[in-house]
């Protein structure tokens, strides 16, 4: 079956670290995009990239980098200039036609040490 | 820049009885589209149900339903037959349909459904 694979579950990291959450999907979707949602709120946009090699900044893009090398794969580091890195990290997916949905992963837990 | 705001952050239904979630948004655009997404608490991401901003008709997907007010800007949905397994966080959300392409969402409504 085609979908969202994003790994691991949960990360922790050290203070200084700099970690880096895996987000591949098999669906052939063009676009994909990273989120991260804190409790008690909606998700906001870190990175979104509609075509290989090309990304832009979403709206809370400071202390986080991606790359597009593949159509396949989109992974999110979490550098060490993020400060509040602890939250739940969603990796999406879609067509680029604009009234297609996006399809989600299940998502990574990151975690301060 | 476009918002979403889900106004009530938590609603309570009996099972087989039916809720209305509100949304509303704020945009200049005529060309966009609006989602609910359901999170139960797995944390997965859901599609409920999708509304094109150019079509009048208001969509349906089994009981699930929309009352989509443009002028108002307004996006409630409506579960109808409520079940346990209706129990989640619902998130509003919206898509350009000429800028950015990525979701904007609402803080979302958490769901509770009594026995």
């Known amino acids: 079956d085609g979908g969202i694979t994003q790994s691991p579950k949960y990360l922790f990291r050290k203070e200084g670290q700099n970690v880096t959450l895996s987000c591949e999907q098999n669906l052939n979707h063009d676009a994909m995009y990273w989120y991260r949602q804190d409790p008690g709120q909606g998700l906001r946009l870190i990175y979104y990239s509609q075509i290989v090699n090309d990304f832009q900044k979403g709206d809370i893009a400071e202390g986080y980098s991606v790359s597009r090398e593949k159509k396949e794969s989109f992974p999110l580091t979490v550098t060490s200039a993020q400060k509040n890195p602890t939250a739940f990290y969603l990796c999406?997916?879609?067509?680029?036609?604009?009234?297609?949905?996006?399809?989600f992963g299940d998502g990574t837990r990151l975690s301060i040490l | 820049a476009q918002t979403v705001t889900q106004s009530q952050p938590e609603m309570s239904v009996q099972e087989a009885e039916t809720v209305t979630l509100s949304c509303t948004y704020d945009t200049s655009e005529s060309d966009y589209y609006l989602f609910w997404y359901k999170q139960p608490p797995s944390r997965q991401m859901i599609l409920v149900i999708r509304q094109e901003a150019y079509k009048q008709q208001n969509a349906t997907e089994n009981r699930f339903s929309v009352n989509f007010q443009k002028a108002a800007k307004s996006f409630s949905l409506k579960i109808s037959d409520s079940q346990l397994g209706d129990a989640a966080m619902y998130f509003c959300a919206y898509r350009s349909g000429t800028g950015r392409r990525a979701l904007t969402f609402g803080s979302g409504t958490r769901l509770q459904v009594q026995p």
């Open positions: 999406a997916s879609s067509l680029r036609d604009k009234n297609q949905p996006q399809h």
